[in-house]
């Protein structure tokens, strides 16, 4: 039989529980790092390490691609000295460096993983992010990582 009692001593053990998860914490260290940016880069920010990766400061470069396929602007991307950004990095992009950007299609790096011949984009006009035709031409940015150790 469940008694007063025992309803007083679950809740005394559940709000204990509870003070004990909201004193933990979670710690980012990140070592000074001195960034160097080449003429006409720009310095979007930093993209936090998931499932183990490493986080890192993303760089936007100077030059841009317009009315480019999928394909040629991932050669394009590293002829640049860069690549396509990631999904995770063009809303980075849309959020500190959106008047770096026409307010158009550009293609991101990652192709759509239920339809090979389509590859993510995000609209830099209102930050929308859609899978689209691979071949389709649409504008292209490049942009170069630096990983914090």
Request: glycine share 6%; hydrophobic share 35%.
């Amino acid at each position: 039989m469940i008694t007063l009692q025992t309803i007083k001593a679950k809740q005394d053990e559940i709000l204990s529980l509870i003070s004990s998860f909201e004193k933990q914490t979670t710690e980012y260290v990140f070592p000074h790092t001195e960034i160097s940016l080449k003429a006409g880069e720009r310095y979007a920010g930093l993209i936090l390490g998931k499932d183990g990766e490493s986080s890192y400061h993303l760089i936007l470069l100077d030059s841009h691609q317009s009315e480019i396929n999928w394909t040629d602007a991932l050669t394009w991307a590293k002829e640049q000295g860069g690549e396509l950004p990631n999904r995770r990095e063009q809303a980075l992009l849309y959020a500190n460096l959106k008047e770096e950007f026409e307010e158009a299609w550009y293609w991101s790096s990652e192709q759509h993983a239920s339809y090979s011949s389509y590859a993510w984009c995000q609209d830099f006009d209102n930050g929308l992010q859609y899978g689209n035709g691979t071949n389709h031409e649409l504008r292209a940015r490049a942009v170069r990582r630096l990983i914090i150790q």
